[in-house]
């Protein structure tokens, strides 16, 4: 469902440098925008399958439920964890259903989406058509502790926890259904999107 490795220090120093530029800001938070040149320093990723729409992101509040296909190519997200605000364990939840398009579920959170990306759904992941793999239950047990949102929110969806600790990478379908854990304050990631499985997408280093 998901890999991850160990990474060098390194490695975080370069996105550290790299988040001393002017950042964009947009609807759903702070990026700086990372190309192939830049992703080809990361030896532990499979650059060859780094597609354009890949980012340094600082958000404040936790991720709605979503996908990552920016791009219809994109099949793999692979997150490095970079810095937060607070002393707190952070994860992802990373669910079991999927969809084979991009996809942000806000159900009943927001009002206006005018302002948010397309494919922005005023329902649940459990309503919506095309969403692959639900359960028809509610949420499952074990992910109850972690949900950012309430419960109601995630009916239907199953999956993992996944660490979100600094000094680590991790890859995962980026067509799978995953949202921020709880966190208290902001946090900064960077995120590449690959057009490979996410197998295939972190070399052991
Ligand atoms: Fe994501």
Not at 77 to 84: F, Q, Y
Not at 147 to 166: A, D, T
């Amino acid at each position: 469902m998901f890999n991850s490795i160990k990474i060098d220090k390194k490695y975080i120093d370069i996105l550290q440098e790299k988040i001393k530029e002017d950042p964009i800001h947009t609807a759903s938070g702070t990026l700086w925008i990372m190309d192939k040149d830049f992703c080809k320093q990361f030896d532990f990723i499979n650059s060859d399958a780094f597609v354009d729409c890949s980012n340094i992101f600082k958000i404040n509040n936790s991720y709605k439920p979503h996908t990552d296909v920016f791009m219809p190519e994109v099949q793999t997200n692979v997150l490095i964890p970079l810095a937060k605000e607070n002393n707190e364990d952070l994860s992802m939840i990373l669910f079991d259903q999927s969809i084979q398009d991009r996809g942000t579920w806000v159900w009943d959170s927001v009002k206006d989406i005018s302002k948010y990306p397309p494919k922005t759904h005023l329902t649940r992941p459990c309503e919506t058509e095309g969403v692959e793999g639900l359960t028809g239950k509610p949420v499952e047990e074990n992910l109850k502790p972690y949900l950012p949102y309430g419960e109601e929110y995630f009916h239907g969806l199953s999956g993992k926890v996944m660490p979100w600790e600094i000094g680590s990478a991790y890859s995962f379908s980026a067509r799978q259904i995953h949202c921020s854990g709880k966190q208290s304050g902001w946090k900064i990631g960077a995120s590449f999107r690959l057009s490979c499985p996410w197998n295939e997408a972190l070399y052991p280093i």
